[in-house]
């Protein structure tokens, strides 16, 4: 069966931090690329951050370029996002998508940023 369980979100205030993880199972998580999305009240889902089967390769937003980091441990088929400095308009739904032979979602984690 697979699954990719998101956990690490809450409320954080302005300028804080919070690393998010999506832990995969079911599938060989080694050979599918990483994408973390998310989805903002009333806004459309956006791709915040992919990594590629090399963790080497990264892309990021516009709007968390140099806040947001992504990474992955393919020996714990774990793949994280580190937020820093985080905004209030960051807050939303975080989602994790795994792309490959098939496309995998999980069922999102909840960030608050607020004072």
């Known amino acids: 069966q697979v699954q990719l369980v998101e956990s690490g979100g809450g409320l954080v205030q302005p300028g804080g931090s919070l690393r998010l993880s999506c832990a995969a199972s079911?599938?060989?998580?080694?050979?599918?690329?990483m994408i973390w999305y998310r989805q903002a009240p009333g806004k459309e889902r956006e791709m915040v951050a992919q990594?590629?089967?090399?963790?080497?390769?990264?892309n990021y937003a516009d709007s968390v370029k140099g806040r947001f980091t992504i990474s992955r441990d393919n020996a714990k088929n774990t793949v994280y996002l580190q937020m820093n400095s985080l905004k209030p308009e960051d807050t939303a739904v975080y989602y994790c998508?795994?792309?490959?032979?098939?496309?995998?979602w999980g069922q999102g984690t909840q960030v608050t940023v607020s004072s």
């Open positions: 998508r795994a792309i490959g032979r098939n496309s995998y």
């Open positions: 079911g599938f060989t998580f080694s050979t599918y690329a």
């Open positions: 990594i590629g089967t090399s963790a080497g390769r990264a």
